[in-house]
């Protein structure tokens, strides 16, 4: 089945520097992927529409100058925090759908960010 | 997309059968009901989805009602390991459109 792959799975990092996240899709091509973020004890929010070869698209609230999306190839989205702060902490999910007809999209394991 | 009710919790014993409720009574003629679940700090995973038929699969079972305004997910012998918040989700199977989560159930399955 459809695998979606992130990268790292955690990292910590001080306050003020920029953290990049990858997320691959394994064995399809994805011309669109999404970015969610999952605070403790709570559901997931999506963030942003990652679109290759354009602009992603940002869920209201959110800051595109601080997230920095790529979707520069079909099986590549990076997800870029800028200047990362404390309450930038949480866990950041990416999902893609194959482009085969009634396939679900499918979930990264997820990147465990820590802000020091 | 439209929006679903589920229960907040429930409990199930290990080795029986959990039949987890959904409400989306706004559900529109295009909207599939989609089912994941979300161990803890993983990624959710796919379960299964339906438009008006039930579905089985490997994992579980999908009844959805005739007038198509609820459905139940149903977890035929539930292991320690089908613990995990389980989200119902109704979303159009057109374009690509993400999912947007509630906040689910958590289902503790009891030894």
């Known amino acids: 089945g459809a695998v979606v792959s992130q990268h790292p799975s955690w990292v910590i990092c001080k306050s003020g520097t920029s953290v990049k996240i990858e997320c691959r899709s394994l064995d399809f091509q994805a011309t669109t992927m999404f970015w969610y973020r999952q605070f403790p004890k709570q559901s997931l929010m999506l963030m942003a529409t990652?679109?290759?070869?354009?602009?992603?698209?940002?869920e209201q609230g959110v800051e595109k100058d601080k997230f920095l999306i790529n979707h520069a190839s079909l099986t590549l989205s990076t997800l870029t925090v800028t200047s990362a702060h404390p309450e930038d902490s949480s866990f950041y999910i990416c999902?893609?759908?194959?482009?085969?007809?009634?396939?679900?999209?499918?979930f990264g394991n997820g990147t465990r960010l820590t802000v020091t | 997309d439209a929006k679903t009710t589920q229960p907040p919790s429930m409990d199930c014993a290990e080795g029986r059968a959990a039949n987890l409720p959904c409400n989306h009574s706004?559900?529109?003629?295009?909207?599939?009901v989609y089912w994941y679940r979300q161990i803890h700090s993983q990624g959710p995973q796919y379960i299964i989805h339906?438009?008006?038929n039930n579905e089985t699969n490997e994992m579980a079972s999908l009844i959805i009602t005739e007038d198509r305004k609820s459905s139940t997910l149903i977890l035929p012998h539930a292991t320690l390991r089908d613990t995990a918040v389980y989200y119902c989700i109704v979303r159009s199977h057109s374009g690509n459109t993400p999912l947007v989560f509630g906040k689910g159930t958590r289902l503790s399955v009891i030894a």
């Open positions: 706004t559900i529109s003629g295009n909207e599939y």
């Open positions: 990652s679109n290759e070869g354009s602009k992603a698209t940002y």
């Open positions: 339906g438009l008006k």
């Open positions: 999902s893609a759908r194959s482009q085969v007809d009634n396939s679900p999209l499918h």
